[in-house]
């Protein structure tokens, strides 16, 4: 399974991006997505999934009510619609592949994009 995030950059506090992971390799509709990040010194931090046919999300508290995840299965693509960006969203964020309906296993991983919020 290969995993391709793009859609990072540098933005402003309150500004959005939106990240997108296009999956080859893999029969994409029916496996669950994420979304996870990792800052400087910090740890790994889930910041969403979604399953197979969009009927269950789940969000990090650290997101809730700003972000959004969603998938095109007709295009193998999951998006990470973030708003109101703040600057601890400073991270590298990479998608995952993997299973699960009201938690999630990550299974593969792709590489990053980076996400910087400054003014």
């Known amino acids: 399974v290969q995993l391709q995030a793009s859609g990072g950059g540098l933005v402003q506090p309150g500004g959005s991006l939106r990240l997108s992971c296009v999956a080859s390799g893999t029969i994409f509709s029916i496996i669950s997505m994420a979304w996870y990040r990792r800052a400087p010194g910090k740890q790994r931090e889930l910041v969403a999934f979604i399953t197979s046919a969009s009927s269950n999300t789940n969000y990090g508290d650290s997101v809730k009510g700003r972000f959004t995840i969603s998938r095109d299965n007709a295009k193998n693509t999951v998006y990470l619609q973030m708003n109101s960006l703040k600057p601890e969203d400073t991270a590298d964020h990479y998608c995952?592949?993997?299973?699960?309906?009201?938690?999630?296993?990550?299974?593969?991983w792709g590489k990053g994009t980076q996400v910087t919020v400054s003014s």
């Open positions: 995952s592949a993997g299973t699960g309906f009201y938690s999630y296993t990550p299974e593969h």
